[in-house]
């Protein structure tokens, strides 16, 4: 059984930093494509980053220049590094995980974590 823990979330000022991190385990992490999307009340779940097996990424014109996914197949983990954080990046924080990139970057990926809260306030 696939399950991604996501953790990292919390309440940080503008112009602060966050980095959140999603651990899997049940699947062999290294063939998955790996993404980030967030929800933010009101309004549909979006992609924010995501990385290929392969490590290339892909991210919304939104959070370029500002957030970075990677990830560390050694630990089964990936990760979002978010900079000069705005307080529309506001959201719940979701992984999400498929071996097919198309499912992860279409947002029906096979598997999804249980989200982790973000707050951008001062």
């Known amino acids: 059984q696939v399950q991604l823990v996501e953790s990292g979330g919390g309440l940080v000022q503008p112009g602060g930093s966050l980095k959140l991190s999603c651990a899997a385990s049940g699947t062999i992490f290294s063939l998955n494509a790996m993404a980030w999307y967030r929800q933010a009340p009101g309004k549909q779940r979006a992609m924010v980053a995501g990385i290929s097996s392969g490590g290339s990424t892909n991210y919304a014109d939104s959070v370029k220049g500002r957030f970075t996914i990677s990830r560390d197949n050694a630990k089964n983990t990936v990760y979002l590094q978010m900079n000069s954080l705005k307080s529309e990046d506001t959201a719940v924080y979701y992984c999400?995980?498929?071996?097919?990139?198309?499912?992860?970057?279409?947002?029906?990926?096979?598997?999804w974590g249980q989200g982790t809260q973000v707050t951008v306030s001062s």
């Open positions: 999400a995980s498929d071996q097919r990139i198309w499912k992860v970057l279409g947002g029906n990926p096979a598997y």
